[in-house]
């Protein structure tokens, strides 16, 4: 997709965040930006959004156009989905809304985890206030779930990761993984990769 980002408005002013506000005027339906997750030295800008029609976390990636100063190919770097849980009896993904594991019969309801993602969340914003950020989304990644943060005061992105400890507790900390994203999604050759 081509899109314009023009970096002053129709009165000659900078624009504080172009790439961002560009992305939202062309496709704020489509799309909720929750932020830059950073920037290449060939030019190329992440961001962390949700698609809202197919309910996807994803990377989005606004490349320069050659010799066209304020045209941008957005495209869809990375999809980052949902872990689904697996039955504990035969290891075989349980279906998103099964009672039954469809391999082996085993209560589903019964290998669930203990808190719901309603509970976990608020239980994450509390500690992520703290630290004077805000959860945005989240995904459930193998053993535990990634929360997606914007910091108040700077509106950087992060990733805390909630993980089950052995003892059933949980534990809370910032990852690497938007930094992983943004070196994957940036690096040449990227674009010929991630589209496969």
């Known amino acids: 997709m081509r899109l314009r980002v023009p970096l002053a408005d129709a009165g000659g002013r900078p624009i504080a965040e172009p790439y ?3 992305i939202r005027t062309g496709y704020g339906p489509d799309f909720r930006v929750l932020g830059e997750v950073g920037r290449a030295l060939n030019g190329r800008v992440v961001f962390l959004a949700r698609d809202l029609r197919r309910d996807v976390l994803m990377a989005l990636r606004l490349t320069p156009v050659p010799d066209q100063a304020d ?5 869809v770097a990375r ?3 949902d872990h689904t849980p697996s039955c504990g009896k035969c290891g075989a993904r349980f279906r998103s809304n099964g009672r039954f594991c469809t391999q082996c019969g085993a ?3 019964a290998m669930q985890e203990a808190w719901s993602s309603d ?4 239980a994450v914003q509390e500690r992520a206030s703290e630290r004077e950020m805000e959860i945005l989304d989240d995904i ?3 053993g535990g779930r990634v929360y997606f943060a914007v910091h108040a005061r700077t509106r950087a992105l992060h990733a805390l990761q909630l993980e089950e400890t052995d003892a059933g507790e949980f534990a809370l900390a910032v990852t690497g993984m938007l930094q992983q994203l943004l070196a994957e999604t940036t690096a040449p050759g990227a674009a010929k990769r991630n589209r496969a």
């Open 20 to 22: 961002l506000e560009a």
């Open 71 to 75: 045209e941008h190919d957005l495209e």
């Open 107 to 109: 209560d589903a309801s």
């Open 119 to 122: 509970e976990l969340r608020v």
């Open 140 to 142: 459930r990644i193998p």
């Open 79 to 81: 999809e980052l989905r």
